[in-house]
C-alpha cells in the first residue's frame, strides 16, 4: 500500500515570490510520482512527474520537482509565481509495473494562495 | 479541445433518489476512472475499467456502481445518494494500466445531494 503526506494544506505567497510544496510518500514498492494542479472546480492537471533518470523534473508552467529516494520525497518549486498560480496542489504515487494498475493514490492537497 | 467530457457539470439530486453521472472521452484509452473528492479532501479511486474489465476497489460501498457500455463512455450509478455522497466526482483516462501512463481528467461532476 501507498500513502502520501503533504506537509503544508495552505501556502500563502506573494506575486513573484518563490514557493515550495512539499511531498513525503511512503510505499512498500517502487512508484511513480506526480503532481497535479486543480484549479477552482476543475479537473485535474498533470503538472510533471517523474519515472526515472534524473531526478531534477521540469514540469509546465515554470515549475519542476526534486525526487529524494533517501528521503521518500517529491517536493514542487517554483522560483517566481503569479496569481494565476492559485489553485490546489495534488501530489501523487502510482506502483511500477504493468500489472499494478495505473491507480493513483493522493496526498491531502496544498491550498496555494497567490497574493498581488 | 475537451478530451475527456463530464456530464453534467453540476448535479443536484434527492436523498435517495438514483442518480447517474456520465464520462466520455475522444482518446480511445483502454482505461477509465471514478474518483470521488469530498471537500476540501484528495481524490479518492473508486472503481476503473480496463476495456470491459470492472475492477472495484475493496471500500467502495455498495451504493456505487458503474458502466461501460463501449469504449468511449463510463456511467457511475448511485442508487440511494446519502447527504455524505455529495461531492465532486472525476473520471480520468488511461491508455493502459501501466504506472507510467498519465491519466488525463475531465473537469467533474459536483455532485449535491438535498
Known amino acids: 500500500a501507498q500513502s502520501v503526506t503533504q506537509l503544508d494544506s495552505q501556502v500563502p505567497v506573494f506575486e513573484e515570490a518563490p514557493v515550495e510544496l512539499r511531498c513525503n510518500y511512503s510505499?512498500?514498492?517502487?512508484?511513480?510520482l506526480f503532481w497535479y494542479v486543480q484549479y477552482p472546480n476543475q479537473g485535474l492537471q498533470l503538472l510533471l512527474k517523474y519515472l526515472s533518470g534524473s531526478t531534477l523534473v521540469k514540469g509546465i508552467n515554470g515549475f519542476e520537482a526534486e525526487f529524494n529516494k533517501s528521503q521518500t520525497s517529491f517536493h514542487l518549486r517554483k522560483p517566481s509565481v503569479h496569481i494565476s498560480d492559485t489553485a490546489e496542489y495534488f501530489c501523487a504515487v502510482t506502483p511500477r509495473g504493468r500489472a499494478a494498475g495505473n491507480k493513483l493514490t493522493f496526498g491531502g492537497g496544498t491550498r496555494v494562495l497567490v497574493k498581488p | 479541445d475537451a478530451m475527456v467530457i463530464q456530464n453534467p457539470r453540476y448535479q443536484v439530486t434527492q436523498f435517495g433518489k438514483p442518480v447517474t453521472l456520465s464520462c466520455s472521452q475522444t482518446?480511445?484509452?483502454?482505461?477509465m476512472y471514478w474518483y470521488q473528492q469530498k471537500s476540501s479532501q484528495a481524490p479518492k479511486l473508486l472503481f476503473h475499467y480496463y476495456d470491459k474489465d470492472f475492477n472495484n476497489e475493496a471500500d467502495t460501498p455498495d451504493n456505487f456502481q458503474s458502466r461501460r457500455p463501449n469504449t468511449s463512455f463510463c456511467f457511475l450509478d448511485i442508487r440511494s445518494p446519502g447527504l455524505g455522497d455529495a461531492a465532486m466526482y472525476l473520471c480520468a483516462t488511461s491508455r493502459d494500466s501501466a504506472g507510467r501512463t498519465e491519466a488525463f481528467f475531465g473537469q467533474g461532476t459536483r455532485l449535491t445531494v438535498v
Open positions: 482518446l480511445n484509452h483502454n482505461v
Open positions: 510505499s512498500s514498492v517502487s512508484v511513480y
